[in-house]
């Protein structure tokens, strides 16, 4: 029942965020859910196919036809899903087959492909060399891992690879392309971090802790009244939840002074250059979409702050499962070089035609 009611206000608040963006349409929403139908439709048809074809089979060939079927269809899915119901206006802008593709995103795939290796490593080697029974604890985080890997990574790989593929159009045919000196970088990495220190905490414990009650409330009674399981294993469960969400609040509304030295860093090691262009922005070394089905633009404005700089304000969807759909605001601040403010008129005009749902007032 508790898995009803979560899957039922999951697709209500991926609905109405999907609302929010500008990409939608009715005609687009349609055709997504045609597109997903027919999907999950051969997805079953696959499953049926497996289990007949493995009926008088041994129980390890049956597990192991079901496990490549469930990969391949769950792969298919995403895939499928994300080939034919994206919008054409959010889709990478085609390149040559023989451009050479960056690789600025593709690099935090094979960062995640190594810390994965790692974790299965480190509890399939103790589970191969453990007697007894407690090597199948080893080898079911391992096999938990490896399948997790085995989706997650073809999936990451295939979406950054947009990103690599956006980014090389841009960096090719750029709207405007702002290079700093080392000593205009460093000054400007300086002043966004000192404006990162001074933000103020959005969260305190002792002032805000009563916005935690309505939350940790419908936790507290969802779990005690749908789920199964003895009182004592339910509120060992509602400790641990309620703890790692309150924590969790804590530390993501401590305001900026924790993250300032580690912005800072992060700046200087990055390029000091800026790339515009139609599918999106390349700046502190981060590429960001003007537009696509999780990110879009909402403003770009002119912070007449010294040193003058340009503001474009993001909007980005999270999904989650147990609740409504998160929506990140995301601010990058632009330094604006002398003798550069000619490319504003530019990029108020090609931003107006790209997003013209965004607020554009940097003319």
Not at 36 to 59: H, N
Not at 301 to 328: C, H, K, L, W
Not at 341 to 363: K, V, Y
């Amino acid at each position: 029942m508790i898995q009803l009611v979560f899957a039922v206000v999951f697709m209500f608040s991926a609905w109405a965020a999907w609302r929010r963006n500008p990409l939608y349409s009715r005609r687009s929403i349609l055709r997504s859910i045609f597109v997903i139908l027919l999907a999950i439709a051969g997805a079953l048809a696959l499953i049926i196919a497996a289990v007949k074809l493995t009926e008088g089979k041994s129980a390890a060939v049956s597990f192991s036809a079901m496990g490549v079927v469930i990969v391949v269809d769950t792969l298919a899915l995403i895939f499928v899903i994300q080939t034919f119901t994206v919008p054409t206006e959010s889709k990478p802008t085609s390149l040559p087959h023989a451009t050479k593709l960056v690789t600025t995103n593709r690099k935090k795939v094979y960062k995640w492909a190594k810390v994965l290796g790692i974790i299965i490593l480190v509890f399939a080697i103790p589970g191969v060399l453990i007697p007894g029974d407690i090597r199948y604890a080893f080898l079911t985080i391992a096999g938990f891992t490896a399948f997790l890997a085995v989706i997650l990574l073809p999936v990451l790989y295939w979406t950054n690879r947009g990103f690599d593929q956006s980014l090389t159009a841009v960096e090719l045919a750029p709207w405007a392309h702002w290079q700093y000196t080392p000593e205009q970088w460093t000054a400007w990495s300086n002043v966004q971090a000192e404006r990162l220190r001074a933000t103020p905490p959005t969260f305190i414990l002792k002032r805000d802790w009563h916005r935690l009650l309505w939350p940790l409330g419908a936790i507290i009674v969802g779990v005690y009244v749908f789920c199964p399981g003895g009182w004592l294993w339910k509120t060992v469960y509602i400790a641990g939840v309620c703890g790692v969400i309150v924590a969790v609040v804590i530390l993501s509304g401590r305001g900026g002074a924790s993250g300032a030295d580690k912005l800072r860093a992060k700046l200087l090691r990055a390029d000091p250059e800026v790339f515009y262009g139609r599918d999106g922005i390349f700046c502190d070394g981060v590429f960001t979409p003007w537009i696509n089905v999780s990110t879009y633009l909402v403003s770009a404005t002119i912070d007449e702050r010294q040193p003058r700089s340009a503001m474009f304000n993001f909007e980005r969807t999270v999904p989650n499962p147990y609740g409504p759909t998160q929506v990140i605001h995301i601010h990058q601040a632009v330094l604006i070089p002398t003798g550069k403010e000619s490319d504003l008129a530019r990029l108020q005009q090609e931003l107006s035609a790209r997003c013209p749902t965004a607020r554009i007032t940097l003319a």
